[in-house]
């Protein structure tokens, strides 16, 4: 959602900004532009497009055409105005003094405007990105200060949320960042700064990267980078090294990130059991919880958005069952508004890929606010959610590309199992007994998932036949329903086919009146003492025309009987077989969106990393 870049150094920035935004394409976006500082003409040369990056990079002849060894770059998910070249970034300040770009929203920016607007200041977009920009150009002439001491007065103005990138005329060859709760890293060569949204965008030129906290900023030079409190005091900041290997964040050969992604979900879940089991014992200690503190628990609440809800939706049934422990499961857009009681001796759990969801960043705040502990699982390394909780589980997925999750999801999921078996061993649920079989059906997952990988071609055959499909359901009971929730996303997510998840007893209670003669149901059928309920609503189903599949495990043959295809996973601990059911579905989602000519790892109107709210 939104993705900002910046360079400073001794090459060509055009080149370095669009490749930059190319990386950072997944997030999200419907415009894209970029500024660059000519030093032969001492003009700063603004170029902007509406639509996709391959516009402006033939509208800049690939950066050529825009001379200069200083600028910054975006990529706009529009939220004020339409995406028209007018409202893509970067803006400039009424007279050019002050250009910037900025991801995050200014909820007060009417506001501002009006002032601005009673000094004179004229707009020429509908964002209001323009409005913060004009504000530091307000201060910075106003009390005739350097740029912090600008930035950090319009800071104190604005509420709402940023990464924001500028350049000042009279500051040639310098960038200039702020930051509150919008994703911003810097990076460093020995003769260049950069700055990004995220570390694909960077990754190419550097693994030393810096991150810059809320309400701070900082001055990237060629080389160089000072960062700043709110007083204008610098403030010293220790790098880190980014370990991944720059191809994950490529394609490697095959046609999507998501396909890869699907490919790389064994080696992401081994690497995050492999993480936290050890000697098959599951040590949670690196996250921060103790065996006192979880003995402790008497409720949990599992709270994320997306795909990440989905995965506390499962939760909720494994934890519940394993630990004996009351799960309440919401989502975060929800959570933050309502007033939840918190039960005394309660965990809040926060899930989340980016770590910088902004509902989920802000039920985590109200959790400690109200003085809940927080756990988050959480992959990106540094984030937000993963610097402001009081214990982190991250997921050793890496980084993932396609705006649609999948290794990132199965990574959560696992992690969610080694806690509800960790917390079912500590309060005397499970028997040691258990507690060994359950870690050695954990430890077989990721062979059982490379085998359910080896089916894809009759996957990609059905979906193929179902590619024209008007509405698709997917139902199931119990952990079978929080996989369906899953299944449906990544359906209407990637093929933009309506899709919807039911409880299979809710079908009688009102959707079996949209099923007509040839409605697809999928029915999840993985829980033994559940599955036979839900062959019975599909088949209520299949007598008013629905055309059924079927997904459960080997041994379930009896399933044929009721369906019309049947997709079959490797047997597996039922609390943990979701980590297979969900593949076929995954995949189903993707080649009908292949089919249908979907772009399917930028689906439209979607974004990776949902920043604002
Ligand atoms: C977006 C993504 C989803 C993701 C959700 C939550 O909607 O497209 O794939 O599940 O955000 O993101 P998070 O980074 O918090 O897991």
């Known amino acids: 959602m939104c993705g900002i870049v910046g360079y400073t150094g001794n090459e060509a920035a055009a080149p370095i900004l669009l490749d930059g935004l190319s990386k950072l394409e997944y997030r999200g976006y419907d415009s894209a532009g970029i500024a660059v500082f000519d030093p032969e003409s001492r003009e700063t040369a603004v170029v902007r497009a509406p639509g996709r990056l391959l516009n402006l990079v033939q509208k800049t002849d690939g950066g050529a055409a825009v001379p200069g060894n200083c600028g910054i770059g975006h990529t706009r998910w529009a939220t004020h105005g339409e995406p028209t070249e007018a409202n893509a970034h970067p803006h400039h300040s009424a007279g050019d003094l002050v250009i910037g770009a900025h991801n995050g929203i200014i909820e007060n920016y009417q506001e501002l405007k009006q002032k601005l607007l009673r000094h004179d200041y004229t707009f020429y977009s509908d964002t209001d990105t323009e409005v913060a920009v004009n504000l530091v150009d307000y201060y910075y002439k106003k009390y005739n200060i350097g740029p912090i001491d600008a930035i950090a007065k319009a800071m104190v103005r604005i509420r709402g949320t940023y990464a924001l990138a500028l350049m000042f005329r009279d ?10 709760d919008s994703p911003l890293i810097i990076g460093l060569t020995d003769d260049a700064a950069l700055l990004a949204s995220d570390v694909p965008a960077i990754l190419k030129y550097t693994r030393t990267v810096y991150y810059i906290d809320n309400l701070e900023m900082a001055r990237l030079t060629p080389g160089h980078v000072t960062f700043y409190d709110l007083n204008g005091d610098a403030v010293e900041k220790e790098s880190t090294e980014i370990t991944w290997d720059a191809e994950a964040a490529e394609k490697g050969g095959y046609e999507h990130f998501m396909l890869k992604e699907i490919h790389e979900q064994p080696k992401a879940v081994r690497d995050t059991l492999g993480c936290y089991i050890h000697d098959n014992v599951i040590d949670l200690s690196a996250t921060g919880l103790t065996e006192e503190f979880m003995r402790s628990l008497e409720r949990l609440y599992i709270i994320g958005c997306g795909s990440a809800y989905h995965v506390g939706a499962a939760g909720k049934y494994i934890i519940e069952d394993l630990a004996d422990i009351p799960v309440e499961t919401d989502l975060a857009s929800e959570f933050r508004y309502r007033n939840p009681r918190f039960a005394k001796n309660s965990l809040m759990i926060v899930i989340s890929q980016s770590g910088e969801t902004a509902d989920t960043l802000a039920a985590l705040r109200m959790a400690k606010e109200r003085g809940v502990p927080v756990l988050a699982v959480v992959n990106v390394v540094g984030s937000s959610i993963a610097r402001e909780c009081d214990y982190c589980m991250y ?8 705006v649609a999750t999948t290794k990132a999801y199965s990574a959560q999921l ?15 649920v499970l028997d040691e007994e258990t507690y060994a079989a359950d870690i050695a059906e954990m430890t077989a997952l990721p062979d059982k998932m490379e085998r359910v990988l080896e089916d894809k071609e009759r996957i990609q055959w059905f979906a193929s036949k179902f590619a024209n499909a ?20 990544k359906m209407k997510e990637i093929s933009y086919i309506h899709s919807e998840a039911y409880a299979a007893g809710e079908l009688k209670h009102g959707t079996i009146s949209l099923v007509e003669d040839g409605t697809l149901v999928i029915g999840v059928l993985t829980q033994k003492d559940l ?15 629905a055309y059924l599949m079927g997904l459960t495990s080997y041994g379930n043959y009896f399933v044929e009987d009721s ?7 490797p047997k597996a601990e039922e609390h943990f077989i979701g980590s297979l059911a969900i593949i ?3 995949l189903l989602g993707y080649y009908t969106g292949v089919a ?12 990776k990393s949902v920043t604002v709210e």
């Open 171 to 180: 500051y040639p060859g310098e960038i200039w960042v702020a930051r509150k």
């Open 563 to 569: 369906d019309d295809f049947t997709i079959y996973v």
């Open 596 to 607: 249908r000519g979907v772009d399917v790892d930028k689906p439209r109107n979607l974004a």
């Open 470 to 489: 008007h509405d698709i359901f997917f139902v199931g009971r119990g952990a079978d329903y929080a996989i369906s929730l899953e299944g449906s996303l």
């Open 414 to 428: 696992v992690s969610i199992y080694m806690l509800a078996v960790r917390l079912g061993r500590l309060r005397g």
């Open 584 to 586: 076929p579905l995954q």
């Open 395 to 402: 997921t050793y997925a890496g980084p993932e590309i396609a």
């Open 531 to 545: 599955l036979e309920k839900t062959v019975s609503n599909m088949t209520e189903c299949r007598a008013r025309g």
